[in-house]
């Protein structure tokens, strides 16, 4: 990558600064084709571990491997020049210990080129978080609703709906503000508590399904588009429905190969003379 090109690139430390701004457009990222279409009009491309359920039709995130983020945060690297690239440490790679987080953090940033990984957990994950960070690991936070923790939170559900929810959203989100980490993203929480958490905390707030008072907004691009058609969340807004257009595209040529419309002259060679 050249110095202007990396100059070019928005950074953790500038996306820290806007807090209290103009909201981060945030969405996710997974191939080379998406990155360079989303690019131009994002602040911050995350490669998310949402990619297991998305791409590879897995139940959860929690069967996704280090290898597997890796290898679409290159894509996504090869995609994206202006975005600050964020890449998932998946189930397992950091919670451990936190040296271990280190680690395989350190081979994310080597291997891909990003910018920073995120790692779920509130309390309970901001020494690992002060840990990664004073060694040079810019890392974003995320509280509320965490899918990597589907198994023992008992499904896919907001948070927030009881006195000890609020309690725990509250520590998280004083942890993780001052643990080192430039944002957070706060996802499946009760409005009230994400417009609360983002007052009270130093850093920027990223918000799915949380509160419009957020510092940013992200989605799941394959939702917000409508690629993605197994469920819709709650907080999801579909802003297209490409599926159903793929569909349609792929019944016309279809259509096409069976009436031998396609190919035409035009889509054939001759041999030259």
Do not use: W
Request: aromatic share 6%; glycine share 10%; with cysteine.
């Amino acid at each position: 990558m050249s110095t202007a090109g990396f100059a070019k690139r928005l950074t953790p430390c500038r996306i820290r600064a806007m807090k209290g701004g103009t909201p981060i457009v945030c969405l996710t990222a997974y191939t080379t084709p998406m990155a360079r279409l989303l690019d131009e009009h994002c602040d911050l491309l995350l490669v998310g571990d949402s990619l297991g359920m998305v791409l590879y039709g897995m139940e959860s995130t929690v069967s996704v491997t280090l290898d597997m983020m890796i290898a679409h945060g290159k894509a996504v690297m090869r995609g994206a020049t202006r975005s600050c690239v964020v890449v998932d440490m998946p189930f397992g790679s950091y919670q451990e210990t936190r040296e271990l987080a280190y680690r395989n953090a350190v081979r994310i940033l080597q291997e891909t080129g990003c910018e920073a990984v995120k790692l779920e957990g509130g309390e309970e994950m901001a020494e690992t978080i002060a840990f990664l960070t004073a060694r040079g690991v810019p890392v974003l936070g995320h509280i509320g609703l965490m899918p990597q923790q589907v198994h023992t939170a008992g499904g896919y559900r907001s948070v927030g709906h009881s006195d000890e929810e609020v309690a725990k959203i509250r520590r998280d989100a004083d942890a993780i503000g001052s643990s080192g980490a430039f944002a957070v993203v706060i996802e499946g929480t009760v409005e009230t508590f994400a417009r609360e958490a983002t007052a009270s905390i130093p850093v920027p707030t990223i918000g799915i399904g949380a509160s419009v008072a957020c510092d940013g907004q992200i989605l799941v691009s394959d939702d917000m588009l409508g690629l993605f058609s197994d469920f819709t969340p709650r907080f999801v807004k579909r802003y297209d429905e490409l599926g159903k257009r793929v569909g349609a595209a792929v019944a016309a040529y279809a259509a096409d190969v069976r009436s031998r419309a396609f190919p035409t002259e035009k889509h054939t060679f001759k041999r030259r003379s």
